[in-house]
């Protein structure tokens, strides 16, 4: 009968040690939070066996050959395809347009749709959102399939915002373009990003998140989304939703039968990729929170292996009478024990510094044909989406004149309907005291729109300034400020 001795510090410490290493490896599989960025979606073009096109010349030249991505600002588009996406799209293009930015005119003809600007926010439904936040609502699947008789690329899949807008579809819609995805109902509509407690909930309104199809049965297809952020990095890596399926389905249906063999990537107004490749990073060290997390995890299995293993060396007493010996002696003294004690350290820290090696998680790794997503992007860490770090970087310096200055330009042009610098509006009713508050407010929100110089406007001053546009507004309608015609 084997009795079992008492731990022993070595038996302790090698425990601990090999809980250690093993947790590292786990560590080293695990995936952190992704940023904002393109990296994703390019592997996958690569990966779906389509080349990088750079050249807009070659683009129009070869349409039906070409696929068409123009992610966020899509001034792109009217600077290079002066004539309208519609004639790439008539002559056999793909054409996958995705912003959540205001936009008319150059989706009026090719789809007869606008991107309307304000944001959709569900903060009544967060069990509709991802991750339970509400500027991130999940779209729901239409039943309508594409008319080329293709599957829904939405059908069964649960496809996440961030920060998105929505779709108006317009009377004019083409042959041949159907509405995608819908947002679920009474979902609410906000001005601006952060804006708590100005969000608009309109009963019985449709909002409709994407449109696609092939226009008056053209060669070409085409599909509109009204946010972008549907194909960035920490979307589409996210285990919590299908984009990175979603994302997948639409690569394939733009490409067709496999006669699209080149696609363009315009990423926020960017010149377009010249190639796919994703360059493979230099991986993060697994924080130590994280290591003891997954030692804590996996203990018993951790330490059901080390038991093994030491337990073989403890049959005959081995670990104990090496420790006594190590640190006893068998008749050494001076000279010979100090060297003896040097060497315990010397192996010491070598055991130390191997162990540590395997905990470090900064080492590269070779590829085989294609890096692994998770390697290629994981280096590329920032905290949240572009917009979120924005909005923290201006209310840390206390001073939020950026999103003030774009929100009342948005609000002057809608009020003209013109798309560019509107003339100032002019002061045409009311009595004394209302033309002189309507004139002083006029000023002050122009001055934030279209000044020479950035104004000022803190945290405390942003419920005052969210109240002046709509007095504004108010004033338009009552004919106290008249607006020039656009």
């Known amino acids: 009968m084997i009795r079992r001795r008492p731990y022993s510090l070595f038996r302790l410490l090698a425990i601990v040690l090999l809980a250690g290493a093993g947790a590292a490896t786990s560590a080293r599989a695990q995936r952190s939070p992704f940023p904002e960025g393109s990296e994703s979606i390019r592997w996958m073009l690569k990966n779906s066996g389509l080349s990088a ?20 600002d899509l001034n792109w588009l009217e600077r290079k395809l002066p004539e309208g996406p519609e004639e790439f799209v008539r002559s056999g293009g793909a054409l996958l347009i995705a912003s959540d930015q205001a936009a008319h005119k150059i989706l009026h003809n090719v789809a ?67 509405p995608l995805a819908e947002y679920f109902p009474d979902v609410g509509e906000d001005e601006a990003f952060g804006g708590a407690g100005v969000a608009k909930y309109p009963r019985g309104k449709r909002h409709d998140f994407a449109v696609g199809g092939r226009p008056d049965s053209s060669k070409g297809r085409i599909l509109i989304l009204a946010d972008h952020s549907v194909f960035i990095n920490e979307m589409l890596l996210d285990e919590e939703c299908d984009n990175f399926a979603f994302t997948q389905r639409v690569i394939d249906w733009l490409k067709g039968d496999g006669q699209r063999t080149h696609a363009t990537l315009v990423v926020d107004g960017k010149a377009p990729f010249a190639n796919f490749d994703v360059v493979l990073k230099r991986l993060p060290r697994p924080p130590a929170l994280k290591i003891l997390q997954e030692m804590l995890a996996r203990r018993d299995e951790v330490v059901m292996a080390a038991e093994r293993t030491i337990a073989r060396t403890e049959l005959d007493d081995g670990i104990n009478a090496a420790l006594m010996k190590g640190v006893e002696g068998e008749g050494e003294a001076g000279v010979a024990r100090l060297r003896r004690y040097t060497l315990w350290a010397l192996a010491g820290g070598i055991a130390f510094y191997f162990f540590y090696r395997l905990s470090d998680d900064a080492r590269f790794f070779g590829e085989n044909r294609l890096p692994r997503l998770e390697m ?99 004033d338009v309608a009552n004919g106290v400020v008249k607006m020039p015609v656009a």
Do not use: M
């Open 53 to 72: 096109q750079a050249d807009v010349d070659q683009l129009r030249a070869d349409p039906e050959h070409s696929i068409l991505i123009v992610l966020g």
């Open 112 to 178: 007869g749709v606008r991107i309307d600007g304000h944001l959709i926010v569900d903060q009544r439904h967060l069990d509709r959102c991802h991750r339970k936040q509400p500027y991130r609502p999940f779209v729901k699947s239409t039943d309508a399939h594409l008319p080329d008789g293709s599957e829904n690329p939405f059908a069964g899949l649960q496809v996440a915002t961030n920060i998105p807008s929505y779709l108006t579809i317009e009377s004019n819609v083409p042959p041949g373009i159907v």
């Open 376 to 474: 290629a992007v994981a280096g590329q860490n920032l905290a949240g989406t572009f917009a979120e770090q924005r909005q923290r970087a201006q209310i840390a310096v206390g001073n939020l004149g950026e999103s003030a200055r774009a929100l009342a330009r948005q609000r002057f042009e809608s009020l003209t309907g013109a798309g560019n610098v509107p003339v100032l509006p002019v002061i045409a009713g009311g009595g004394f005291w209302q033309r002189r508050s309507a004139r002083r407010r006029l000023k002050y929100l122009w001055k934030i729109a279209y000044g020479a110089s950035p104004t000022r406007v803190t945290p405390l001053q942003w419920h005052k300034y969210l109240t002046d546009l709509q007095e504004l507004e108010r």
